[in-house]
């Protein structure tokens, strides 16, 4: 089964910018969907945006459209969610899922650790 490991978390003040990475343990990572999600302190698990495994379909939750740009390099088994504008809500765990781009967390087979992200004002 693939595993995805995420990377590129950290402390950022509001209004700065971060890129996450997830990668992928194998090649067929490139024929998969991906979402990224995030849970804060005392939340459910939030989705956050999902690319199709060609990259030519993307999708994002309103709080994040226009701020957030999630893409994918299929040939480094990559996938890559640019944080802009971040707000102090935005702090949270992210997680990069596979294979679909189902808002729905549930409904993903394979999750990373996760990657903290603290936004601070």
């Known amino acids: 089964q693939v595993q995805l490991v995420e990377s590129g978390g950290g402390l950022v003040e509001a209004g700065g910018s971060l890129r996450l990475s997830c990668t992928a343990s194998k090649r067929i990572f490139s024929s998969y969907a991906m979402g990224w999600f995030r849970q804060a302190p005392g939340k459910e698990r939030e989705f956050v945006a999902a690319?199709?495994?060609?990259?030519?379909?993307?999708y994002y939750a309103d709080s994040v459209k226009g701020r957030f740009t999630i893409s994918r390099d299929n040939a480094k088994n990559t996938g890559y969610l640019q944080m802009n504008s971040l707000k102090p809500e935005d702090t949270a765990v992210y997680y990069c899922?596979?294979?679909?781009?189902?808002?729905?967390?549930?409904?993903?087979?394979?999750w990373g650790q996760g990657t903290q992200v603290t936004v601070s004002s």
């Open positions: 899922a596979a294979p679909y781009t189902t808002t729905r967390a549930n409904e993903y087979d394979v």
């Open positions: 690319i199709s495994w060609s990259g030519s379909n993307t």
